[in-house]
């Protein structure tokens, strides 16, 4: 944050003499307040005064209006004003309305952690964390009404469900993380951890429940899982509200406030958060600053002495790091993946053409068993043909320009040569060989539309296509098979079966975190299937590694074999948790043309380490995400305009190196 300077611009010094004589200043002009203003290439804080007449409506947290260089806009009061460095010689201006009310103080000092943690803005922090719509006060929560609820222990009530008794020990650990397995109903997770909060609510005393209900917060991976879920709990009586459409209410206290990943900065103060879903990535923010709700419901549970619980059948090395981890009992952890079935693509037929007979009779043995279920197919190739080559002189279809595999996007019309595109460039020609002539292309890797093509004929079935993201059942044809990318697990609510096609694709794509990511598409499958005591595999892998610690962790049902392979390479190549990244691009250094490295890499300590990535972006990594984060901070702490006058885009904590 920027020293304290006057809203117009103008030349400003700090107060000379005593602290004492600042001390008399700061009386004789009333109270003053820092103030963010809302506006996209401002990254400071500014000083104003209170009025007396706004005096009971202004708070840290307050979203009111204040006249910058000429006009009106609105901010936040981020701080009371500091009275060290109240300047001398100029006269602060006052505020000229309250707009809203807005997060509490200690909202606005969490969205602080948040900016410094993930070098960013503070401003889109208190975005996500303001409501929606004006609110002009906060309504003080009533007590519920209703008795008291004897309050059991584990030893006084040894029949008690498993289940709860797992969430009990994990909520009682503080910081944890529960392996749920895929195919075990999340509700009850979320009830058991509720009746907890209800306990150990201010109102609970030794023997009983009181009548005030703890808040709790509840964070959930997509839009529809939150209304889903809004709607069970108020059937089941619970007090439920929606964010950020709920803000009003959830800021009252006394609900449950469940939404996405920006409901971590919830105007409640909970006494549980709960994450569920915790291994989906949708907790990670693709927009600058790119933080992650898991990082920062960590930090605010920590902050206000209550216990955050993460649920995830396959839970990350870099979540599980510094946590303790709570399973169900052996057996009923492995019955909830189900049954995993693998084809080795070693042993197949080669004049198959990668669509083994076995396939097939899967395929039609789930439709026999569940003609009111689809059969989904994954393939993670859009498209048409994703690699070509020429059956003639055995040229790869390459770009002229960059060098890349070319891509049929779609069927050619009959008679036509159709064409092919670089998906890297955009450069576009005729499907011709450029070396021999030969308009006679061999597809070696087929995408999902050529895939659907020959599913088709192999099937004798219609197949249809899922292609793109949105929400769950909208525009899913009601073919009995469904073929797409990894989106269609999203799309899809049930399914009698899953085939991932090529399974291999997903263990082996150019990122550290592909096994991991691999095991949460499969848990995602599971999750799928209707049946769970189908004679058949529900779930079934084609890949050429059968032994693979992912494809072995499925089929057991136990990814502690994924996490002990994970911490030993992560150990071995000092990757995260071991050491903290963050991915700079500089698109001043692309253009100087420079091989070496920008001058802002000098300025970092000399505990962190640059390394020029592809494409005019820079590997700063550290021992951990602490030193990383200060060391990011020193980037913008001589710069008044902060973050946004620097010009380099930061990414801490990037998915894909």
């Given at each position: 944050m920027a020293a304290a300077s006057s809203p117009e611009p103008a030349t400003t010094k700090e107060v000379a003499g005593p602290v004492a004589g600042r001390e008399r200043a700061v009386q004789r002009l009333g109270r003053v307040v820092e103030v963010l203003p809302d506006v996209s290439g401002i990254d400071r804080s500014f000083h104003y005064l209170v009025p007396a007449e706004l005096e009971s409506a202004v708070a840290v947290g307050t979203l009111v209006r204040v006249r910058l260089h000429g006009r009106r806009v609105r901010g936040w009061v981020?701080?009371?004003g500091s009275k060290a460095a109240l300047p001398d010689g100029v006269a602060l201006q006052p505020l000229a309305d309250v707009v809203s009310a807005g997060p509490p103080p200690e909202v606005v000092a969490l969205c602080r952690f948040a900016a410094w943690r993930y070098a960013g803005r503070l401003r889109p922090f208190l975005l996500a964390a303001s409501p929606e719509r004006i609110v002009r006060d906060v309504p003080a929560h009533p007590p519920r009404a209703g008795g008291?609820?004897?309050?059991?222990?584990?030893?006084?009530?040894?029949?008690?469900?498993?289940?709860?008794?797992?969430?009990?020990?994990?909520?009682?650990?503080?910081?944890?993380?529960?392996?749920?397995?895929?195919?075990?109903?999340?509700?009850?997770?979320?009830?058991?951890?509720?009746?907890?909060?209800?306990?150990?609510?201010?109102?609970?005393?030794?023997?009983?429940?009181?009548?005030?209900?703890?808040?709790?917060?509840?964070l959930v991976e997509s839009r529809e899982d939150a209304v889903r879920l809004v709607q069970h709990l108020g059937a089941l009586g619970r007090d439920a509200s929606l964010l950020p459409e709920d803000w009003r209410a959830v800021a009252a206290g006394g609900r449950v406030g469940i939404g996405t990943r920006n409901a971590v900065l919830a105007p409640s103060s909970p006494s549980v958060i709960l994450v569920l879903d915790a291994h989906s990535e949708a907790y990670r923010s693709e927009r600058?600053?790119?933080?992650?709700?898991?990082?920062?419901?960590?930090?605010?549970?920590?902050?206000?002495?209550?216990?955050?619980?993460?649920?995830?059948?396959?839970?990350?090395?870099?979540?599980?790091?510094?946590?303790?981890?709570?399973?169900?009992?052996?057996?009923?952890?492995?019955?909830?993946?189900?049954?995993?079935?693998?084809?080795?693509?070693?042993?197949?037929?080669?004049r198959e053409g990668g669509y083994p007979s076995r396939l097939a009779t899967l395929v039609r043995e789930a439709l026999a068993a569940c003609p009111a279920r689809q059969v989904v197919v994954v393939l993670n190739r859009k498209g048409r043909a994703r690699l070509l080559c020429c059956p003639s002189c055995g040229e790869v279809q390459r770009c002229d320009a960059c060098g890349k595999a070319m891509v049929q996007p779609a069927k050619p019309a009959k008679g036509e040569l159709g064409e092919l595109s670089c998906p890297t460039c955009g450069s576009v020609r005729a499907a011709v060989c450029p070396t021999c002539g030969s308009a006679r292309l061999r597809i070696?890797?087929?995408?999902?539309?050529?895939?659907?093509?020959?599913?088709?004929?192999?099937?004798s079935l219609p197949v249809?296509?899922?292609?793109?993201?949105?929400?769950?059942?909208?525009?899913?044809?009601?073919?009995?098979?469904?073929?797409?990318?990894?989106?269609?697990?999203?799309?899809?609510?049930?399914a009698s079966m899953v085939v991932f096609l090529d399974f291999d694709q997903e263990l082996l794509v150019a990122r550290f975190r592909a096994a991991e990511h691999a095991l949460v598409l499969v848990a995602r499958a599971v999750r799928m299937v209707a049946e769970?005591?189908?004679?058949?595999?529900?779930?079934?892998?084609?890949?050429?590694?059968?032994?693979?610690?992912?494809?072995?962790?499925?089929?057991?049902?136990?990814?502690?074999?994924?996490?002990?392979a994970e911490r030993r390479r992560r150990k071995l190549l000092a990757l995260p948790p071991e050491r903290a990244f963050a991915l700079v691009s500089d698109d001043a250094a692309v253009a100087a043309g420079d091989d070496g490295l920008p001058g802002w890499a000098a300025a970092l300590p000399s505990n962190l380490s640059v390394v020029r990535a592809a494409?005019?972006?820079?590997?700063?990594?550290?021992?951990?995400?602490r030193l990383l984060a200060d060391g990011l901070a020193g980037l913008v702490a001589g710069e008044p305009g902060g973050w946004a006058a620097v010009g380099l885009r930061v990414e801490v904590d990037p998915l894909d190196v």
């Open positions: 981020i701080a009371e008291s609820l004897p309050l059991r222990t584990a030893e006084e009530d040894p029949g008690r469900n498993p289940l709860e008794s797992a969430v009990g020990r994990a909520l009682a650990a503080g910081d944890a993380v529960l392996r749920l397995p895929p195919a075990t109903l999340r509700l009850p997770v979320v009830m058991a951890a509720l009746e907890w909060s209800d306990r150990h609510s201010p109102g609970a005393s030794a023997g009983s429940v009181g009548p005030e209900r703890g808040s709790a917060l509840v600058v600053p790119t933080f992650d709700a898991r990082v920062i419901a960590a930090e605010r549970a920590r902050r206000a002495g209550v216990p955050v619980l993460y649920v995830s059948p396959c839970p990350s090395v870099e979540l599980l790091s510094g946590r303790v981890l709570v399973r169900l009992e052996r057996s009923a952890e492995r019955a909830g993946w189900g049954r995993i079935g693998v084809l080795d693509t070693r042993r197949e037929d080669p070696l890797r087929p995408g999902v539309s050529r895939a659907r093509e020959q599913l088709g004929a192999l099937l249809g296509e899922v292609a793109g993201g949105g929400p769950p059942g909208a525009g899913v044809p009601d073919d009995p098979v469904l073929i797409g990318t990894e989106a269609v697990l999203h799309r899809v609510g049930r769970r005591s189908a004679a058949f595999p529900q779930v079934v892998l084609r890949t050429s590694m059968p032994d693979h610690e992912v494809v072995e962790a499925a089929r057991r049902g136990d990814p502690d074999i994924v996490e002990e494409g005019g972006r820079f590997l700063v990594s550290g021992p951990d995400s």
